[in-house]
């Protein structure tokens, strides 16, 4: 984080977005938020995609939100069968999966 405030940049910001998505929302550091938002959605896979799912809604990060919905509505068969999956409990985030399969299917 300091890399960020005192450069702008941050290297090797995929190692390290699912940390610093965080301290970007605690200490009101848009730009970092948005920069870890696009790494995060850069680095999705079926694996990490419900890890992502609560980051995104944890640290309300809209954008991320919407790209992993999306992402697990076009991969839902495999990542459904991820052991991860069955942690996501949030109403709201599962009717928005389910709304974005539904949509995905008309």
Not at 31 to 39: N, Q
Not at 87 to 99: G, M, N, W
């Amino acid at each position: 984080m300091l890399e960020f405030i005192y450069t702008n940049n941050v290297e090797n910001l995929g190692v390290s977005a699912d940390k610093l998505i965080g301290a970007a929302q605690k200490y009101e550091l848009p730009r970092l938020k948005a920069m870890c938002e696009d790494a995060l959605s850069k680095a999705l896979k079926p694996q990490n995609a419900a890890d992502f799912l609560k980051l995104a809604e944890l640290y309300e990060a809209p954008t991320l939100l919407d790209r992993v919905i999306n992402f697990i509505a076009v991969h839902f068969s495999v990542v459904s069968k991820c052991r991860n999956y069955n942690d996501i409990k949030c109403p709201i985030l599962l009717k928005r999966i389910a709304l974005a399969i539904a949509e995905r299917r008309c």
